[in-house]
Nanobody, 120 residues
Framework: VQLQASGGGLVQAGGSLRLSCAAS????????MGWYRQAPGNQRELVAV???????NYLDSVKGRFTISRDYDKNAVYLQMNSLKPEDTAVYYC???????????????WGQGTLVTVSS
């Protein structure tokens, strides 16, 4: 199973970016999908997660500014980020909790990370 993330870049404070991530490979089902981020010197933190029932949870600091969504047919997850702040600067990683085809094993898979830089 592979996850390919895209959409990062440089944006001014107050601007918007949309991250995308598509999963491919031997997928029977994807349960939850989400986004983490890691800023230099900081631990990786969960930004947003969306379940198979479309339930969502967000990091407190991004509530009201970020929106996570899924395309179940495309095995994709998106993160719409509005009103970006310099403190949102980080490498963003997508993740998926996958039930693997044929083996039905459950495992977490990660994308390669995409850099978001917000200038003040």
């Amino acid at each position: 199973v592979q996850l390919q993330a895209s959409g990062g870049g440089l944006v001014q404070a107050g601007g918007s970016l949309r991250l995308s991530c598509a999963a491919s490979g031997s997928i029977f089902r994807i349960n939850a999908m989400g986004w983490y981020r890691q800023a230099p010197g900081n631990q990786r933190e969960l930004v947003a997660v969306i379940g198979s029932d479309s339930s969502t949870n967000y990091l407190d600091s991004v509530k009201g500014r970020f929106t996570i969504s899924r395309d179940y047919d495309k095995n994709a997850v998106y993160l719409q980020m509005n009103s970006l702040k310099p403190e949102d600067t980080a490498v963003y990683y997508c993740t998926a909790r996958v039930v693997v085809q044929f083996s039905y094993a459950r495992d977490d898979f990660w994308g390669q990370g995409t850099l978001v830089t917000v200038s003040s």
